[in-house]
């Protein structure tokens, strides 16, 4: 198996589902980052039997609140000193922006260019989100 | 307070806010000489996105009572300077020559895209098929002066109650007072939707009942608050054949009411009430539609801070 380094102080975000791990390496800017950061695809995992991962080097303050939209099963470890200090629980975000688009064409957001489209949380059980706008109902499925 | 504050979504207001708007209107009703210079040098921008003749009038009256002035626009195409600006750029150039923006648009949640640029109040004049909060306020303030109360009434709604946004509203305003009961009148493919039956009646223990005609319940009746029923939105041809004379007022149906009955409509109407009660003292749907200007006097004086 192919061998990363395990790091000091960082972040590893694991149990990505095999094939996401560029949409949310992409998603969380690491393509710009000026820090050391590598994507593993197709790590073989007991769990899910194919994984996805990304391991952060020394930066340890990135937001990773919408992780959880995108999807909560994904662990996020938070290293120092070589020591997992922090996993942190990820559960659906009570806003999401910018992420979903509104489905509704009667919503502004259909017409407006640079608007930003905006979900709020309804209810957290169901994964039930509504467009800040028109009220619209969107179903998180993951 | 409200002064500052916006007006997007009928429920933006607490109680006491709504109560004191409705106060403040009566005051303006009855002692208008009072009011007549209290928006003196301000400005009311009337952006309507969409022609609506009735609902600008009525700001624009409003305002003009008030000893304000007036300027806007009333559909896009008769601006070109709007035409095709997105809506921040719009909002932020009109707000630095207006004190307050009464906003009609086709776009839902497009009043709420244009608080958030606005320095200044921003009431929402219609939101395509959305909201209609100074609607909701009318019908506030008409159920209060003609019956002199908001509580301990039986209202009767008629009509499209599904897809009737002042229905909705008129229930989520009125399920907040005492005693209310509702009787709810259409037919079954146009009932209330189900968020409103388990949300705002069944988890607040307000009594309602659901009735496919007006004629059987018409007699226990308060208030009846009509609204129009279109043909298309029968699901059959039957059903419409059925029950299309049940949601037309005429009277026949009224020689069964109470005397006491105040009949309100949102306007405009169509044919679901007959021109031959117009005349009815029970027939309240013209004096609503003053109603609506002073209660639009009485928000845009609390909005700008002036009464
Ligand atoms: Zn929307």
């Known amino acids: 198996m192919l061998y990363i380094d395990s790091i000091s102080k960082g972040i590893v975000i694991d149990h990505i589902r095999a094939g996401a791990g560029f949409s949310i390496f992409k998603y969380l800017d690491l393509d710009k980052a000026d820090f050391t950061v590598a994507l593993i695809i197709n790590a073989p995992s007991k769990k899910l039997g194919k994984k996805d991962l990304i391991k952060i080097e020394n930066k340890i303050d990135l937001d990773l609140a919408m992780l959880g939209f995108i999807d909560p099963n994904i662990t996020v470890n938070i290293i120092e000193g070589e020591k997992i200090v922090e996993k942190i629980n990820l559960s659906l975000p009570r806003r999401v922006e910018g992420i979903i688009e509104c489905k509704n064409p009667r919503c502004v957001t259909s017409m407006e260019r640079n608007i930003v489209h905006k979900f709020v949380l309804m209810d957290e059980k169901d994964g039930v989100y509504k467009c800040e706008y028109c009220d619209q109902i969107y179903s998180w499925e993951g | ?307």
């Open chain 2, 1 to 307: 307070m409200l002064q500052g504050k916006h007006l997007i979504d009928p429920e933006d207001f607490s109680i006491e806010e709504l109560g004191s708007i409705l106060e403040l209107a009566e005051d303006m009703l009855n002692n208008q000489a009072k009011f007549k210079d209290v928006c003196n040098g301000q400005i009311l921008g009337t952006l309507f996105y969409e022609p609506s003749t009735r609902t600008r009038f009525s700001f624009e009256a409003a305002m003009i009572r008030l000893g304000g002035r007036v300027i806007g626009f009333a559909e896009p195409g008769s601006s070109s300077v709007m035409k095709g600006e997105s809506i921040p750029d719009t909002i932020r150039t009109v707000a630095s020559y207006v004190d307050i923006i009464a906003m009609r648009h086709p776009k839902e949640g497009a009043p709420k895209y244009a608080s958030y640029y606005s320095p200044i109040p921003i009431i929402n004049a219609g939101d395509g098929g959305h909201q209609h909060p100074t609607q909701m306020l009318t019908d506030l303030f008409t159920i209060k002066e003609v019956k002199g109360k908001l509580s301990n009434l039986t209202i009767g709604l008629c009509g499209d109650l599904k897809f009737g946004r002042t229905v909705h509203s008129l229930i989520k305003a009125m399920s907040r007072y005492e005693n209310v009961k509702f009787l709810l009148i259409s037919p079954n493919e146009l009932q209330i939707p189900e968020y409103i039956r388990t949300e705002i009646l069944a988890n607040k223990d307000i009594p309602f009942t659901e009735v496919e005609r007006l004629e059987d319940v018409i007699d226990s009746l308060d208030i009846l608050y009509m609204t129009r029923v279109q043909k298309e939105r029968f699901f059959n041809e039957a059903d419409y054949i059925r029950l299309k004379d049940s949601y037309i007022l005429d009277k026949e149906k009224l020689k069964l009411a109470k005397d006491d009955l105040s009949i309100l409509h949102p306007f405009p109407r169509v044919n679901e009430i007959s021109y031959e009660i117009d005349e009815d003292p029970r027939a309240c749907y013209f004096d609503q539609l003053k109603y609506g200007m002073y209660v639009r006097m009485a928000l845009i004086a609390k909005l700008l801070g002036v009464a």
